[in-house]
């Protein structure tokens, strides 16, 4: 075999170069005249080929037949439709929990002789209200929980999370003032940061590639199961005259069932060759930090506005609603729950593309990071939803057609209804603008995505296979730099090449 040193020509095996974009040229030590790679690689930094690249995402034509979903439904194994439960579980109770608390406000405020706000929204100097303190530090369980399923494995901080909120929900119905009671919720803001994005990591890199779609969306829907749930749990309360303490014991028995599952679902195996690769690499969990932030930090920022637009969309049509239902339209608290009800069964369905789209979009090394720190800070942007809207509206309240003012009771009644529609549109409109502009990586291998190399090139499995069968467990090397190219080749398998 020859060893000298050719100029070889890169061919961009999907597009073909523009006159104004010549090939590149690389020097390799091999008798081969051309070297095909993909053209999914890293950002050239000119903003045409950018767009280019991401509206070419917007649509793409359906390969074959839609997918028959009785076929993915059945298709999972016990493992794996064990590892989903937990996850979905999990969910189901972060939420149930957490509308606990706004459902049951205003039983929580009369017992511990305080105004409904110091439950809710108000924020005094003293002290945060409930629900205030709950999403302020959802940010912090995301980040702590997250950093410790990159770097520990999904089970355990899951594990943790689980075990974390189901004694908070216990302690929560035995506070015996409303200090007590919101240490407790701060506390319940770090576990619940923490369940969404281990969850939908650890079941997502558990599913095969074909389901994911559909189980990111039966995922997503605990949340509006929970929601559902904590209305009848607060319908039974209300009727029944009992205590709103019991919301929280029930809560917390719904969790020991998740809590119980968990003992038994694996670790992700995604995360063990992640692990894999690192110690082949002699890798530190630092540097991956590092290589993180100085590669994708765009990506970050744009999963962040995601998210933030997101939830506006989801605080902004849900939050003030049943004060709009109850103050503008005048329902009982039986029609206003009966409302709750329907439309959280319409919600359905809902939000469901988000779980697989921010795990396809997150760094390789920080899939249980990334897309539950990006939701919960985006959640903490759109917590001030209902406020911007309550003020809007009180401050254009009902008129009547001459102009007058409606009032009841000697008060005028706020116009929710209208500023909530204005509000949505807005949003709507800011939401389809934030997606056109992002990019698409629907159906990612995550298994070919492990780890990324200083210079953006991901790592996968079948590479630290072929490495550890070549070169055996003596360390892996970050691949060579290449200045257009991005794949899953390193630089040992370019070597393996040459000698063929």
């Known amino acids: 075999m020859s060893t000298e040193k050719q100029e070889v020509e890169i061919v961009n ?77 999990g969910w189901l109770c972060d939420a149930y929990d957490f509308f606990c608390v706004s459902l049951g406000a205003t039983y929580i405020a009369e017992d511990f ?40 494995g999904r089970r355990w901080p899951l594990m943790i999370d689980i075990v974390l909120f189901s004694v908070i929900n216990m302690a929560s119905g035995f506070a015996p003032n409303l200090q007590t009671f919101i240490g407790l919720r701060a506390v319940f803001g770090i576990a619940m940061g923490g369940e969404w994005g281990l969850g939908a990591s650890l079941a997502l890199e558990s599913l095969p590639v074909e389901a994911r779609g559909l189980f990111s969306g039966i995922y997503q829907e605990g949340y509006a199961a929970g929601y559902l749930l904590a209305t009848l749990v607060n319908y039974a309360v209300q009727i029944t005259g009992s205590t709103w303490r019991i919301m929280f014991w029930a809560g917390s028995v719904f969790a020991l069932l998740a809590v119980a599952i968990r003992f038994v679902v694996p670790e992700s195996e995604t995360f063990e060759k992640t692990q894999e690769a690192r110690k082949l690499m002699s890798r530190s969990f630092f540097k991956d930090i590092w290589i993180m932030i100085k590669t994708h930090y765009l990506r970050v920022i744009y999963m962040v506005i995601l998210m933030a637009f997101f939830n506006f969309f989801s605080h902004g049509s849900q939050d003030l609603y049943p004060s709009f239902l109850l103050k503008q339209l005048e329902y009982t608290t039986t ?26 979009l997150a760094p390789p090394a920080f899939r249980g990071l990334m897309p539950g720190l990006a939701y919960q800070l985006g959640n903490l942007i759109s917590a001030a939803s209902s406020q911007i809207q309550a003020t809007i509206g009180e401050k254009y309240p009902l008129k009547n057609p001459d102009g007058s003012l409606i009032l009841r009771e000697g008060k005028t009644v706020p116009d929710y209804g209208l500023t909530q529609a204005i509000f949505m549109g807005c949003v709507a409109g800011c939401l389809l603008i934030c997606i056109a502009v992002g990019k698409e990586e629907r159906n990612k291998d995550f298994m070919d995505n492990l780890l990324e190399d200083e210079h953006g090139n991901a790592i996968g499995a079948d590479d630290i296979e072929n490495y550890r069968l070549e070169h055996g467990s003596a360390g892996i090397k970050d691949k060579q730099p290449t200045e257009h190219v991005e794949n899953v080749v390193t630089e040992d398998k370019t070597q393996e090449q040459q000698t063929k």
Not at 50 to 70: L, R, S
Not at 125 to 151: E, H, N, Q, V, Y
Not at 337 to 360: D, F, K, M, Q, R
């Open 113 to 152: 002789g305080v105004e409904v706000s110091d439950v809710t929204c108000k924020y005094k100097l003293s002290f945060p209200s409930a629900i205030t303190t709950t999403l302020m530090l959802r940010s912090i369980g995301a980040l702590i929980f997250g950093m410790a399923a990159d770097k520990w």
């Open 13 to 89: 095996t999907t597009t073909p170069p523009t006159t104004s974009e010549q090939p590149k040229k690389v020097s390799v030590d091999n008798n081969e005249n051309v070297v095909t790679v993909p053209t999914t690689g890293k950002r050239s930094g000119k903003l045409k080929k950018h767009f280019k690249e991401v509206f070419g995402t917007i649509w793409v034509k359906p390969e074959g037949k839609p997918p028959n979903m009785w076929k993915i439904l059945t298709m999972l194994d016990n493992k794996q439709r064990l590892t989903f439960t937990a996850a979905f579980l």
């Open 335 to 360: 029609e206003q729950t009966i409302t709750s009800v329907i439309y959280n069964i319409g919600a359905i369905g809902a939000w469901g593309v988000v779980p697989a789209h921010l795990n396809e």
